[in-house]
């Protein structure tokens, strides 16, 4: 496996297991609707094995976590006084 | 004004949906404004088709499921598609409430003369607890995002345009986010999920 094929399968391995240890944080009691989609709605549970899948259902995870973890780094944050 | 009302109910998110567009029937009803509720086996496309004929109405609120071409009613029968019924919202300022509606069918029906439309771009989520299945105005998870929502036709019902109900729409999913991150919430968990609904959210 070449060096650069490595590293991409180790970031998304990586991201795979962000997300998957967001999700085990939420309680146990969540379900998540998911319109459009074949099952409609989904246990966190189901929702690892989907992330871990990496099948359309994971992918958006994935894509809605990141878009989170992104958007803290664009945060304006809280001014801190003098 | 009348308002035309969309809320079938025939699995768990129509559920949810249903209970939470309970809130705008009854607004509107408090404001004394005629609402067109086709709830549960009542939304279906020979009626609701009929009623868009009729032009009983100048605001239209779908719920249901949906595709990038299409919105559905009762049993995920399709209520209007491109092509079929999108040219019946002409003049309406329309707000559906189902997953890429804004996508393909969105465009199409302001091609076709809607005065203003409020849709999504990708599949809309919600998490929600399921213990509160039964009582769906009580879940605390869901609730935060179906009230941002909700916000769009609540500003329509209230005369507001589709790009100024879409703007309230916005600066409530900002007061939720702020309340989570900044109260001492052990719910920022629903945060990306704000976020998400938020940023797919478009409005033409």
């Not at chain 2, 009729?54 to 491109?82: M, Q, R, T």
Request: with cysteine.
């Amino acid at each position: 496996m070449e060096p650069d094929q490595k590293s991409q399968d180790q970031k998304s391995e990586d991201l795979v297991n962000l997300v998957v240890a967001r999700l085990e944080s939420m309680p146990a009691n969540i379900s998540v609707s998911i319109g459009g989609s074949d099952k409609g709605s989904y246990t966190i549970k189901e929702l690892v094995e989907r992330v871990k899948k990496q099948d359309e259902i994971g992918q958006k995870m994935i894509e809605m976590q990141l878009n989170y973890i992104r958007s803290l780094g664009k945060s304006p944050g809280i001014p801190i006084r003098a | 004004m009348t308002v035309l009302i969309t809320r079938p109910q025939h699995d768990k998110a129509t559920h949810y949906l249903f209970h939470w567009t309970g809130e705008i029937v009854r607004d509107a009803a408090r404001r004394g404004i005629k609402c067109v509720d086709l709830a549960k086996g009542k939304a279906k496309k020979a009626a609701v088709q009929s009623y868009l004929k009729k032009n009983v109405s100048e605001v239209v609120i779908i719920n249901g499921h949906g595709s990038a071409d299409c919105f559905c009613g009762h049993d995920d029968e399709v209520l209007i598609s491109i092509g079929d019924g999108d040219d019946l919202l002409k003049g309406k300022t329309v707000f559906v409430r189902a997953c890429e509606s804004g996508a393909l069918l969105g465009t199409e029906i302001m091609r076709k003369g809607a005065k203003g439309f409020v849709g999504y771009l990708q599949p809309y989520m919600f998490p929600f607890q399921e213990e509160h299945v039964h009582t769906p105005l009580q879940d605390e998870y869901a609730g935060p995002i179906l009230e941002c929502s909700n916000q769009i036709a609540l500003s329509m019902v209230k005369g507001r345009s589709a790009s100024e109900a879409h703007q309230d729409s916005l600066t409530k999913y900002e007061e939720k986010i702020d309340e989570l991150l900044l109260g001492d919430s052990t719910m920022t968990s629903l945060i990306p999920f704000l976020q998400w609904n938020r940023d797919i959210q478009i409005a033409y």
